[in-house]
């Protein structure tokens, strides 16, 4: 088996609780001064709006989640081989929990961390 390459995506989605949400997005726009746009939400049906903020390099994604009740933060990762990056992570205890949020693309995964930080685990194309 090869030993795949992990490396860092570029989008960070911020799960926010629909109460706190208008508050977050004008943080972002209002206070920080960032680029703000809403962005199309019909890809994730768990999410009922969406704006994406320049952050640096970055994308970070204010995602309102209207049954939540705290915000959650989830992060990008690459692989180049999601066979094998599967593999190894089973070999950590790290499992795929692609229930979080379902996906349209064959070649990722939903997985969490030992903290239960999630991250979406992509093959580079």
Not at 7 to 24: D, F, H, S, V, W
Not at 47 to 65: E, M
Request: proline fraction near 6%.
């Amino acid at each position: 088996m090869n030993q795949p390459v992990f490396t860092a995506g570029l989008n960070i989605a911020m799960k926010i609780p629909k109460a706190q949400y208008e508050a977050t997005v004008a943080f972002y726009r209002d206070v920080l001064g960032f680029d703000v746009k809403e962005e199309d939400v019909s890809y994730a049906p768990t999410v009922s709006r969406t704006h994406s903020v320049r952050f640096g390099p970055n994308t970070l994604w204010l995602d309102c989640v209207d049954n939540y009740s705290q915000p959650d933060l989830w992060l990008q990762l690459h692989t180049d081989d999601l066979d094998a990056a599967s593999a190894t992570l089973a070999a950590a205890g790290i499992r795929p929990c692609d229930e979080v949020e379902p996906l349209d693309e064959s070649r990722t995964h939903w997985i969490k961390n030992p903290a239960g930080v999630v991250h979406l685990l992509a093959e580079a194309r």
